[in-house]
C-alpha cells in the first residue's frame, strides 16, 4: 500500500475520558475533523462541554480567537457507533488500561473501518502486538502514546509493533509534526521507553521509603537537582489511587512490600492533589504541597511492619540511585532497539517526564559522569543491593572501548 493511501485527512477517537478529551483537542486544533465515540453517551456530553471550556479558556487568555475556537469546536463530531467511523483513516483508542477491552474494540474497529484505515492505540504499557494480533490489519496497527495533559504535553510515544509498516509509521509521524508534538518512535515492551524507565526510579524511591528516607527527602533531593517535581508529588498530581486499583482488578503486584505505602494511603482515602491529601496535604483549592506528618509517621510504621531497619539516606544517595537506575536500564532498552539513539531516550525525558533540561536527558547525564564511572558506581550498588544493579552489557561494552552513549 502506498504513502498516498495513509494521507490522514480525517480522524476518529474512542473514549471520552480525560486522555480522549486531550487527544481530540489535539487532532481538531491541527485542523483534522474527528468523530468521537463512547459508550457512555452522558460522559460524551461531559467531554464536549469540557473542550468547549478549554477552547473558551484560552481564548479569554488570548491564545487563541474566537473564529478558530469556533473553528475547531466545528471539526468535532458525535458518533453514535462504529459503522459511523467506516471512512475514517485514522481512530485512536483511548480507554482504560484493559488488554481484553481494547482488543474487543479493536475487532469491532478492524470489521467497521475501510481497509486502508490506521488503527492506534494510546496504551501507555500494553503489548501493541496482542492488540494488533486480533485483527486483519496488522501492518496498520500502532502505539500512539500521549502523556497527560494531551492538548498540552509535547511528546509522542510513536509504538512500532513487530507488523507496523514504515509506511504507516511515516504517517504517524507526519501527523505527531502536525499536532506540533516531539514524536519519538519506541518498539514494543512492556512500558515502551518511557514508563518502563520510569518503573525502575519509581522502584527505588519506593525502596528508600521502606529503608529510611521519606517522601518529602527523596522528592527534594531529586527537585535540588532540577527535576521538575519528585516521585512523591507526581504521584499526588496524577492520583496515587490509580495503580492502586489496577492492582486490585488484576490481583497482581499489591503484596509487594515496596507498594505497601502507596496502599495504606490509598485505604486512607490520600488519593493525592484531587482528595486534598496524599504523600502531601493540600489546602482546598491548592496544588501547593505540604508537607505532612502524618505521612512521615505513616511510612515509619509500614517500614517497621515488615521488619526493615531504617537508617538516614541522604540526597546524594537518593540521587545517585534514582539517576542510575534511570541510565541502566535506558541502557538496557538500547541494547534491545527499543530505542532508536540515546538522543532519543533523552528527548523523551526531557519532554514528557520533568529531566532537567541543563542535564541533557538521563544518557546525556551518564555521557558526562563517563561511562567507566557510572560502571563503577553500578557495581558498588550491586554489591550492596542485588543482582538488579549489574551494569547493562552496553554500559560494560561502551566503558571498555571509552565510549559513551552517543556513540552507541
Known sequence: ????????????????????????????????????????????????????????????????????????????????????????????????????????????????????????????????????????????????????????????????????????????????????????????????????????????ARKMLLEGAFPYQVDAALQAFGFAMGPFRMYDVVGIDLGWRARQLSGVGQDAPEIQVDNRLCELGRFGQKSGDGYYHYEPGSRQAEHDLEVDALVLQVSEGLSYRRRDIGPEEILERCLLALVNEGAKILQEGIARSAGDIDLVYLNGYGFPREQGGPMSWADTQGLAEVRRRLTILQAELGEHWRPAKLIEALAVAGKGFAQA
Open 1 to 204: 500500500m502506498s504513502q498516498a493511501a495513509f494521507d490522514i485527512r480525517q480522524a476518529a477517537v474512542i473514549g471520552a475520558g480525560t486522555m480522549g478529551r486531550g487527544i481530540v483537542m489535539c487532532l481538531a486544533s491541527a485542523g483534522l475533523p474527528v468523530l468521537w465515540l463512547d459508550n457512555n453517551p452522558q460522559m460524551l456530553q461531559q467531554a464536549l462541554a469540557a473542550v468547549a471550556d478549554t477552547y473558551a479558556h484560552n481564548v479569554r487568555q488570548g491564545r487563541i480567537e474566537q473564529a478558530e475556537a469556533d473553528a475547531r469546536l466545528a471539526r468535532i463530531g458525535v458518533a453514535q457507533g462504529y459503522p459511523q467511523l467506516a471512512d475514517v483513516d485514522l481512530v485512536i483508542e483511548a480507554v482504560y488500561e484493559n488488554l481484553e477491552l481494547k482488543q474487543q474494540i479493536f475487532r469491532q474497529l478492524d470489521a467497521a473501518l475501510k481497509p486502508g484505515a490506521i488503527l492506534a492505540s494510546n496504551t501507555s504499557a500494553l503489548d501493541i502486538d496482542a492488540i494488533a494480533a486480533v485483527t486483519r490489519r496488522a501492518p496498520q496497527v500502532l502505539g500512539l502514546h500521549f502523556f497527560s495533559p494531551a492538548h498540552i504535553m509535547k511528546l509522542l510515544e510513536v509504538v512500532r509493533a513487530a507488523k507496523t509498516s514504515p509506511e504507516v509509521l511515516d504517517a504517524a509521524l507526519a501527523l505527531g509534526q502536525r499536532m506540533g508534538k516531539v514524536s519519538v518512535v519506541a518498539g514494543n515492551c512492556f512500558g515502551f521507553i518511557g514508563n518502563r524507565m520510569l518503573n525502575t526510579y519509581v522502584l527505588e
